[in-house]
């Protein structure tokens, strides 16, 4: 790493690459965005602009994005951010591992809780490191990206990371280094269990939190979970202010209770909405699997059943299906 411009690579240029990127960048390092054409034309056309509910506003002119359809060849980024949808990470690590120089730090800023080892099969050579974003992101507009919700970003602990704390520091996005990260990556597999009641209900997240039958959805999904969980002896980490059980007894209050004692929850962006909310109005796949369908998965290992997760995969997979016949 130079002392002066640490290099960073985004691979796969999208609400998070963009957002974390960007940051970065307007930190002061040196960044390289990997994305498709569709988006990087629009990054070409428009820059960078980044909001978030605090206020914070950052303008990345066009003239300072570095923009590539591919990994750029002879690529020697000190860090690479893998920001592709789970059904991509497979592919993307392998483009990755066929540029960069062995030994190169990866760190996954995925949901879910298996993409950082698929990504460390598809590209053995490069060092793969689990991270965990808490807060959403939405694409407002062409190359305008809006952090709706707040939360710190956590990682495996890698020295390579240790080296770059104060850039993350210093764009905001102070990083939280653990040894073992699972139980936090449990923790948000929890939460991103709102992301299917989210898109089903067609409203935005906060709108939607105040409604009581989808927040008994989200609780029910989340009891469930939490319940495969222990049963697997492993305990989730807290990611929000309250206990897990008690954070579940809260979502089914009556809204007027919900609403006084989870302010600090509802502190969301009028406009957010989930990932998963965006992918199916664009008739996009889905990361359901990789979201309930790992609970329905760690059901099945212990020799039980997840009937509310199994439910919920179904009705999304037969919407994107649907979707696929409407546009075949
Ligand atoms: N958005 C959020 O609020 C949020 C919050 C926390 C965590 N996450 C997680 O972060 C990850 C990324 O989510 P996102 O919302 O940023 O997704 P996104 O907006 O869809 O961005 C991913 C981008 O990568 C592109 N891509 C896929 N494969 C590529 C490749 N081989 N080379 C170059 N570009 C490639 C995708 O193109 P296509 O559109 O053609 O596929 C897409 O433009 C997901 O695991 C998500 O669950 C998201």
Known sequence: MTDTQPHVLVMGAGSIGCLVGGLLQAAGARVDFV??????????????????????????????????????????????LLCVKSRDTATAAQALGQQLPPGTVVLSLQNGLGNAEQAQQAAPALSMVPGMVPFNVAELGPGHFHRGTSGQLAAGFHPQLERLAQLFDRAGLPLALYTDLRPVQLGKLLLNLNN??????GLPLREQLLHS??????????????????????????????????????LKLPTPLFRLIASRMLRIDPKARS???????????????????????????????????????????ALQARHTRSTA
């Open 275 to 317: 990932s998963m909310a965006d992918d199916l109005t664009a008739g996009r796949p889905t990361e359901i699997d990789a979201l309930s369908g790992e609970i329905v998965r760690l059901a099945t290992r212990l020799g039980h059943a997840a009937p509310l997760n199994t439910a919920m995969v179904a009705r999304i997979q």
């Open 213 to 250: 039958g989808f927040r008994r959805q989200f609780a029910a999904l989340m009891r469930e979970a939490l319940d495969l969980m222990r049963l697997d002896g492993t305990e989730p980490a807290r990611v929000t202010p309250l206990p897990w059980d008690l954070l579940i007894q809260v």
């Open 196 to 201: 299917p009641v989210n898109a089903l209900s």
């Open 35 to 80: 994305g498709r054409p569709r988006m990087l034309e629009r990054l070409h056309q428009h820059g960078l602009h980044l909001t978030d509910l605090d206020g914070g506003r950052r303008q990345l002119p066009t003239t300072a994005l570095n923009l590539h359809t591919t990994v750029p060849p002879r690529a020697e980024p000190d860090l690479v």
